[in-house]
């Protein structure tokens, strides 16, 4: 079988790119070998105020449940209820090299985006380190995410690759997976800038629990172009082309497909609306239910943190044994 592992930062709301680009592929092929994370040590790169921690984590693992992940048959844990992550994370800072975790494109944009002596965390820095053992400690061989995470699953492999040919083969080498559509799905105001958790209030994101009204105005003033013609052109045409990867990826076809129906924006979007609407409606009532009793979402996370362990533990005690930490 095919080991599946991914994760989800808790900071903002989840909106549509994270639904495309993640969760819809990890929902559809959920099973026994699937491995879902809600990852709140990656949210600790920010400060964090932690009533709004405690409460955005449990609310994220929420709308996994909503989104139809079932624990019964796949396993979902919040991060850092399993210890190995961090343990994990200090040897896989030890592989990754200060040049290689320079290079990491996200870092360079949200240290950019902090300004000169504005506060840039060391965990920033080391995140995709702690990223890379989110992967490995669950031997994944696939690991589902948007296209801003290509770089991060990439280093992951050199590490696990690097630290197999130090230490003897220790970690299984993932690869990324991606949606065939909207594995990038870009802001609908700024179609050149991804959507992004960041931008909660912003008239281009679209968020998972967004009412019918708000999600239809958002679309039909989705910035478009003026030469009118409905053709998939990510290049040429970011905005209309950003509502095709919707479109098509909310009703499972390709953007390309889907332009062959249209000859005009109005209606594009106004089907567009109309699929984003009905697909998250089910997802939003399901939500209001689940949100009504954290006591069993507590309780089913620690089914999943305890099922995450077993693996986990196995993984790092290898890894431990490899590079020469003396048993204990
Ligand atoms: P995060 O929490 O920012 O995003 C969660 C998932 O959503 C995808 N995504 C998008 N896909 C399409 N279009 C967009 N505009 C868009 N925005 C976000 C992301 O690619 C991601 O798949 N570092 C990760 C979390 C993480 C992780 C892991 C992922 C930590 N450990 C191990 C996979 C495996 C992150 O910040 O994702």
Not at 29 to 54: F, G, N
Not at 57 to 82: I, K, N
Request: charged share 25%.
């Amino acid at each position: 079988m095919t080991r599946v592992f991914s994760g989800i930062k808790p900071t903002g709301h989840v909106h549509l790119g994270n639904l495309l680009g993640a969760l819809i592929p990890w929902v559809e092929r959920q099973d026994a070998d699937s491995i879902y994370c809600v990852v709140d040590l990656h949210a600790l790169t920010v400060p964090q105020d932690p009533d709004e921690l405690r409460g955005t984590t449990l609310r994220l693992a929420q709308v996994l449940l909503s989104l139809g992940l079932d624990p019964e048959v796949c396993t979902l844990f919040v991060q850092s209820h399993v210890h190995e992550h961090t343990e994990l994370a200090w040897l896989m800072e030890c592989t990754a090299s200060f040049g290689e975790l320079s290079r990491m494109t996200q870092f360079k944009d949200k240290s950019d985006k902090a300004g000169r002596g504005g506060f840039v965390s060391g965990g920033l820095f080391t995140y995709p380190a702690l990223m890379a053992a989110d992967i490995l400690l669950y031997d994944a061989d696939e690991v589902p995410v948007g296209d801003d995470q290509r770089q991060h699953v990439e280093l992951t492999r050199d590490l696990a690759e690097r630290f197999n040919s130090r230490y003897g083969p220790t970690f299984t080498v993932p690869r990324a997976t991606f949606p065939s559509a909207g594995a990038r799905v870009m802001d609908l105001q700024e179609p050149t800038a991804k959507m992004s958790k960041s931008d909660d209030q912003a008239p281009g994101t679209i968020l998972l629990l967004d009412e019918p009204k708000a999600i239809e105005r958002k679309i039909k003033r989705a910035v478009t172009d003026s030469d009118g013609e409905v053709r998939f052109d990510v290049e040429a045409k970011p905005g209309v082309s950003n509502l095709l990867s919707i479109l098509a990826g909310v009703t499972g076809r390709t953007p390309e497909a889907v332009a062959a129906d249209y000859e005009r924006y109005g209606p594009l979007k106004a089907d567009t609306a109309a699929a984003v609407v009905e697909r998250l409606a089910p997802i939003q009532t399901r939500y209001a239910e689940l949100a009504a009793d954290p006591a069993e979402t507590a309780r089913l996370l620690a089914v999943g943190a305890d099922r995450a362990r077993e693996t986990a533990a196995a993984t790092l005690a290898r890894a431990r044994d490899n590079i020469g930490l003396l048993p204990r």
